[in-house]
């Protein structure tokens, strides 16, 4: 999900101003989350002390559960975070709210990681370090529900796209549709153009759809996913000396089962649908 745009002088200095929310008090506070792991077992240099600062993009439900810093409380990334902080030894957690691009360009500073569903790219990684998996991603398709689309006839189709995502490279690059993709600032707006038909079909990561469209009631489907072997990642900023700490404790809470304790308790709920249910489509 590389973003292809660039930001101006202006931009910069209005980032200056992004959606933060401290969890208040010595002691430590986690929103909702009830971290288990050992205190201290790692350790990070973090911009803030006693302060994990962690970027993202809201909304993003079952993943952060909120829409803005400060009413955003637990989901499965917010728990990751606040793990994270708490196997450091740290008290507080700050949430930086970007919009997709600022967040996926490398232009953002002040942050120690930064998770928001995304995945590792060769691409990325000349701007981030990544952790290891902590989720795997496959793309998913959403239609109305009941809608003519197949794998067979999907490239006919009008597709949206997440800007900048690794979904929209995907889209344009291996599927290569017979109709441009339509291309969306986020989940939400991709979600808004399916339901008045300005798309026949939006393509994102399988759990991001199913989470976007759990809400519609029905009226929106995720039909159909390609096999990606992607994976879902935590981010820290280039060089950081925090990055063999953040792959180590993901790497533990894989082991020790938080991330799938973290998985059935916000995701699978959220979802609506085993992803694992969600048919495989051939590249056609």
Same mark, same amino acid.
């Not at 980032?15 to 909702?32: C, E, V, Y």
């Not at 949206?160 to 599927?175: C, E, F, Q």
């Not at 533990?252 to 938080?258: F, N």
């Given at each position: 999900?590389?973003?292809?745009?660039?930001?101006?002088?202006?931009?910069?200095?209005?980032?200056?101003?992004?959606?933060?929310?401290?969890?208040?008090?010595?002691?430590?506070? *986690?929103?909702?989350?009830?971290?288990?792991?050992?205190?201290?077992?790692?350790?990070?240099?973090?911009?803030?002390?006693?302060?994990?600062?962690?970027?993202?993009?809201?909304?993003?439900?079952?993943?952060?559960?909120?829409?803005?810093?400060?009413?955003?409380?637990?989901?499965?990334?917010?728990?990751?975070?606040?793990?994270?902080?708490?196997?450091?030894?740290?008290?507080?957690?700050?949430?930086?709210?970007?919009?997709?691009?600022?967040?996926?360009?490398?232009?953002?500073?002040?942050?120690?990681?930064?998770?928001?569903?995304?995945?590792?790219?060769?691409?990325?990684?000349?701007? *981030?370090? *990544?952790?290891?998996?902590?989720?795997?991603?496959?793309?998913?398709?959403?239609?109305?529900?009941?809608?003519?689309?197949?794998?067979?006839?999907?490239?006919?189709?009008?597709?949206?796209?997440?800007?900048?995502?690794?979904?929209?490279?995907?889209?344009?690059?291996?599927?290569?549709?017979?109709?441009?993709?339509?291309?969306?600032?986020?989940?939400?707006?991709?979600?808004?153009?399916?339901?008045?038909?300005?798309?026949?079909?939006?393509?994102?990561?399988?759990?991001?759809?199913?989470?976007?469209?759990?809400?519609?009631?029905?009226?929106?489907?995720?039909?159909?996913? *390609?096999?990606? &072997?992607?994976?879902?990642?935590?981010?820290?900023?280039?060089?950081?000396?925090?990055?063999?700490?953040?792959?180590?404790?993901?790497?533990?809470?894989?082991?020790?089962?938080?991330? &799938?304790?973290?998985?059935?308790?916000?995701?699978?709920?959220?979802?609506?649908?085993?992803?694992?249910?969600?048919?495989?489509?051939?590249?056609?």
């Amino acid at each position: 999900m590389i973003s292809k745009r660039t930001f101006a002088a202006a931009f910069l200095a209005a980032f200056t101003l992004p959606g933060l929310a401290l969890a208040d008090g010595d002691a430590p506070n *986690f929103g909702n989350c009830a971290p288990t792991g050992e205190v201290g077992s790692i350790s990070l240099a973090t911009v803030e002390a006693d302060t994990l600062i962690v970027a993202t993009v809201l909304p993003n439900p079952g993943w952060w559960n909120g829409t803005s810093p400060e009413e955003t409380k637990d989901g499965f990334e917010y728990c990751l975070a606040a793990e994270i902080a708490h196997r450091a030894g740290l008290k507080h957690m700050k949430l930086m709210n970007l919009a997709w691009d600022q967040f996926i360009s490398g232009a953002a500073t002040g942050y120690d990681i930064a998770m928001a569903s995304a995945s590792a790219t060769d691409k990325r990684r000349e701007v *981030f370090d *990544f952790s290891q998996n902590y989720f795997a991603a496959n793309l998913g398709v959403a239609v109305k529900t009941g809608a003519d689309v197949t794998a067979a006839n999907l490239k006919d189709k009008r597709i949206g796209v997440m800007l900048g995502s690794l979904g929209a490279d995907w889209v344009i690059n291996t599927l290569k549709p017979n109709v441009a993709a339509s291309q969306y600032h986020g989940v939400p707006e991709m979600v808004a153009a399916l339901m008045a038909d300005q798309v026949d079909a939006i393509m994102n990561d399988t759990a991001i759809l199913l989470t976007a469209t759990a809400g519609t009631k029905g009226a929106l489907d995720v039909v159909g996913q *390609f096999e990606t &072997k992607w994976g879902v990642n935590v981010i820290t900023p280039k060089g950081s000396a925090n990055t063999p700490a953040v792959d180590k404790v993901v790497g533990a809470m894989a082991a020790d089962g938080t991330l &799938k304790t973290l998985s059935a308790t916000y995701l699978t709920s959220a979802f609506g649908k085993d992803p694992n249910a969600v048919a495989i489509w051939p590249l056609n």
